[in-house]
Each structure stands twice: as C-alpha cells, then as structure tokens.
C-alpha cells in the first residue's frame, strides 16, 4: 500500500539558517511526488511537485526538492529561512486512483 | 483565476447535531475531493469525485457522513449526528480531469478549508 512518511514532527531554525525536511515514500510505481505548506488558519498551497525528469525540482519560495529513488525519498531543502516559512509542510504522494496521501506532516518553526 | 470556495470558515456545534459544508472548485475542474485533516494528522481523503460521480468513498463514514455533488460542479458534505472526533478541518480540493491525471501533469488544489469544532 501507498505511504508516506514524515520523520520529523517538529523543527526548529534560526532565521537565515539552511533547512531540510524529510519525506520517505513506500509506492509500487514511478511515483508522483509534492510538498504542500500549510500556514496557520490557511489550507494547502502547492510549494513544488515530481513528475518525471530531472531528480532536483525548484518550487515556489526559494524551496528545492531533490527525488533519490534508491532511498524512496524526497527531501525539500531551503538554503536560507526566512521567519514567513513558519508553518506546517505535508509531503504527498499522488496514487493511481489520482487522489493523494499526505505524511503527518512537519511544524516548522523559525527564531529571529 | 479564481480558487476554490468554501463555506463557512468556522462552525462550532454540539454533539449530535448536524452540519454542513459547501465547496465550488476551480472553474473547468472535473474532480472534486473532500478531505479530513484532524490536528496533527495529515489530510485524509474521504469522499473523490469525477463529475457527479462517487470515484472512491472507501473512508467516508457513511452511517453520519454524507456528500453530493449536483450537476458536477458544486458539492455538500454533511455531518449527522456529529461526534467529539468529527473535530478537523474540512478541505476541498479540485483537480483537471484526466486519465491517470497526475501522469498528464495536473495537480490538486485546495481550498482554505471549513474549521469545525464539536462540543
């Protein structure tokens, strides 16, 4: 079965410091992959998306994600934070019936 | 472009009561999803929709859950009687229609969600 997995529940970063949040995926197929943001009261916004292609996938924001099919990955990675990436991101994997299943997601919070 | 609407933002009701929740997608989208997303979980998808057609409702709650979607594009999702555990955020999403859409390169966007407390 499709899954996705969050390992980290909870992160913090200095402002300005460099951030990588990890995704895990169990799919059977060439999966599709996202990140979404979800800010505080807010619903989903798309931050980037894996179809097909170049493994290294710019997104919205200045965040980046890099698709490693040997370790089922998908790690989204920004090199300076800024205090407005404060939120919760989900990472997705989009199954055949194309609806998505989200990871429990990761709180980013970011200090001045 | 205009995104996905829903209504109300907010609703607190006691148990056993019921409620409801309106969402109109994206012009043109042929798909329409509802999803659960309870605190500190990740959205789970209840009910899809393909025009006005029920693709899959595997999870959907069907002895207090309900949902429509008239004529293909607007839909309500009922909640009666509502419990404790009913408290989560109500997303809906829409999507292009699409063999195996993702593959054709479409995404899915949601709406800002329908907060609900039961007490």
């Known amino acids: 079965a499709q899954s996705v997995t969050q390992p980290d529940i909870h992160i913090t970063v200095s402002e300005g410091a460099s951030l990588e949040l990890r995704c895990n995926y169990s799919?059977?197929?060439?999966?599709?992959l996202f990140w979404y943001v979800q800010s505080p009261g807010q619903g989903l916004q798309l931050l980037l998306k894996?179809?097909?292609?170049?493994?290294l996938v710019q997104g919205i924001k200045g965040f980046e994600a890099e698709f490693k099919r040997s370790q089922s990955s998908f790690n989204l990675r920004k090199p300076s934070v800024h205090w407005s990436d404060a939120a919760e991101y989900f990472c997705?994997?989009?199954?055949?019936?194309?609806?998505?299943?989200f990871g429990t997601g990761t709180r980013l919070q970011v200090f001045p | 472009e205009a995104g996905v609407a829903q209504s109300p933002r907010y609703k607190i009701i006691e148990k056993r009561q019921s409620v409801a929740f309106w969402c109109n997608p994206i012009?043109?989208?042929?798909?329409l999803y509802w999803y659960q997303q309870i605190l500190g979980q990740g959205p789970k998808l209840l009910i899809q929709?393909?025009?006005?057609?029920?693709?899959?409702d595997s999870q959907l709650p069907k002895d207090r859950f309900s949902a429509e979607r008239l004529k293909g594009v607007d839909s309500t999702l009922k909640i009666q009687p509502a419990k404790l555990e009913d408290s989560a955020v109500y997303l809906c999403?829409?999507?292009?229609?699409?063999?195996?859409?993702f593959g054709s390169g479409n995404t899915i966007y949601f709406g800002e969600g329908s907060w609900l407390t039961v007490v």
């Open positions: 999403a829409s999507s292009l229609d699409g063999v195996s859409m």
């Open positions: 799919y059977g197929a060439t999966p599709y």
């Open positions: 894996y179809f097909s292609g170049d493994t």
């Open positions: 997705a994997v989009g199954a055949h019936t194309d609806k998505l299943i």
């Open positions: 012009s043109g989208h042929a798909t």
């Open positions: 929709f393909q025009n006005n057609g029920v693709v899959d």
